[in-house]
């Protein structure tokens, strides 16, 4: 039964969801370079324990955009339902690699916080839409974690 009446085409994306591959990896690569490039260590065992945890919890979401671990088969009530998602993800994704790119560089518009939050709101956006509230779930928890560990890592004033 469609959630909206007299609408009873079902659109399915199929066992694996290649947008959510795609963006997952356009999401990694920055993540990936940023973290390469910051490597120090931990003093607050506390702060290392949420850190680790909002990197797992970003694993578990790039993880969970491609792969419908819980849901079955991703799918949408209609075209105009599948068309939001990729247009509402295409902007989030363009927008975070606007944001990513240039601070790899070494130039610095926005907080750092600012990638995190584009990343959070892809995956929601992403669990939404997808009806995969595994994903919802752990985009709550990346987003928490990794800005309280960068809350708690900036020195103080």
Not at 69 to 81: Q, T
């Amino acid at each position: 039964m469609s959630r909206f009446p007299g609408k009873e085409k079902k659109v399915r994306f199929g066992w694996i969801n290649l947008f959510g591959a795609v963006a997952a990896v356009i999401l990694a690569i920055p993540a990936i370079v940023r973290a390469a490039r910051c490597q120090r260590p931990e003093k607050n065992r506390t702060v290392r324990a949420v850190r680790l945890a909002g990197w797992a919890a970003g694993l578990a979401c790039m993880v969970l955009l491609w792969l419908p671990l819980i849901v079955g088969e991703f799918g949408f009530d209609g075209v105009f339902e599948m068309m939001l998602y990729l247009a509402g993800n295409g902007l989030l994704l363009l927008a975070y690699l606007a944001v990513s790119v240039p601070a790899l560089c070494g130039k610095r518009f926005l907080p750092d916080a600012v990638p995190v939050i584009l990343a959070a709101a892809v995956f929601l956006w992403s669990g939404m839409f997808l009806r995969h509230w595994l994903l919802v779930g752990c985009a709550v928890l990346f987003a928490a974690a990794t800005l309280f560990g960068m809350h708690k890592d900036r020195p103080a004033d």
